[in-house]
């Protein structure tokens, strides 16, 4: 069977986080010759205007707590698998990689039920709940972080790290050469607030970079992501202390920002810290306390323990104690190189490829 005649079904949750590492897969597979169908939810329909799927299969999925919860939560599964099964018997399907999320579920559960080819990847430290409960039935698993956290024993040692599928633009920015601010020259900070938790940061960063040496804040260039409600308090902190700052509640260049950037400020999602390492990017990570089984620490582990980035637990996170680690990193010019080279080091540019290969390596065990 060619590969034009294959057809790879990518299951994701309806998030960012879950959607676009399964577009970034999508991509490599369609390039390959694999025709895409894409099983997720109504919100993941809300991410898929430019997913590369020749058809979407909206798959009915839910969690919930308690008794009646978790029933209604079972049933709606039940009814996913049928309408996943449905969908394999009359499009095709090889090989299936789920990305997590609720959809994620009946998606795998179907395709394990009929024998076909399975893989999961998991963005985080942490294997999510629908990876945690499907791991040991799949194929192959493969993870963006090494030592994952919550894996089942049996798949524990066989987990293949291939990093996080990173979007093309960022993926562009591991050819180029990162550069230091010279001696008396701008120096660009980049502040992303992260769709969660984000009022520490909206609040807090103002304040820390404002309590900065003069002769340090003279030479700042900010952009920062902020809270709508925070954005007038953060740009007056900034014009008080003489700052060239943008704040903005959505920057739609990243890629851009990132290639200017010198230093960035954030939160520790899955996405950030893999882009991070691809960009060679210099960073303060401060993770976010309420993530599920502080995912979001262990995230952040691979970059801290290279050098790459200091991090502050938010218990910890002040105005006084950000700016005493951003003035320590800014006070000698010599601390972002090291820190750029040693986020490179950690870094998996071609991470869609390799998760691409394990589809294909599953598909053909299964002699598909």
Request: with cysteine; glycine share 8%; hydrophobic share 50%.
């Amino acid at each position: 069977m060619t590969s034009a005649s294959r057809v790879c079904v990518v299951a994701a949750g309806g998030t960012g986080g879950h959607m676009f590492p399964a577009e970034a897969l999508a991509k490599v597979m369609a390039a390959r010759g694999w025709k895409i169908i894409l099983a997720t939810d109504k919100r993941g329909q809300n991410y898929a205007q430019a997913f590369p799927a020749q058809k979407i299969v909206a798959l009915d999925a839910a969690t919930g707590s308690g008794v009646v919860g978790m029933l209604k939560a079972g049933l709606a599964i039940i009814k996913g698998v049928g309408q996943a099964s449905t969908a394999y018997n009359a499009m095709g399907c090889d090989v299936v990689v789920g990305f997590g999320g609720y959809p994620s579920a009946p998606a795998l559960v179907a395709a394990v039920a009929t024998r076909r080819a399975t893989v999961i990847h998991e963005q985080n430290a942490v294997l999510g709940k629908t990876n945690r409960f499907i791991a040991a039935a799949v194929d192959t698993v493969a993870a963006a972080f090494p030592n994952v956290g919550r894996a089942p024993k049996s798949v524990a040692d066989n987990i293949h790290v291939v990093g996080n599928p990173v979007r093309p633009d960022i993926r562009a920015l591991f050819d180029r050469t990162y550069a230091a601010p010279t001696a008396k020259g701008p120096i660009n900070i980049l502040i992303t607030g992260g769709s969660q938790g984000a009022r520490i940061l909206s609040e807090e960063t103002p304040k820390a970079l404002a309590s900065l040496p003069a002769d340090i804040r003279a030479r700042l260039v900010v952009s920062q992501q902020a809270r709508y409600e925070n954005i007038a308090a953060a740009k007056k902190i900034y014009a008080d202390a003489d700052i060239n700052a943008e704040v903005e509640q959505f920057f739609d260049d990243m890629a851009k920002r990132l290639s200017t950037a010198h230093l960035v400020i954030g939160r520790a999602g899955a996405s950030t810290c893999s882009e991070l390492a691809v960009a060679a990017m210099p960073s303060v990570l401060i993770p976010l306390k309420i993530a599920t089984d502080d995912h979001q620490t262990l995230n952040a582990k691979v970059l801290v323990d290279a050098g790459a980035a200091r991090r502050i637990a938010e218990d910890d996170f002040s105005a006084p104690a950000l700016s005493a680690v951003v003035g320590e990193i800014l006070s000698n010019p010599s601390n972002l190189a090291t820190m750029s080279a040693a986020a490179k080091s950690v870094a998996i540019a071609d991470a869609a490829e390799r998760l691409a290969d394990l589809a294909e390596a599953a598909a053909a065990a299964r002699g598909r």
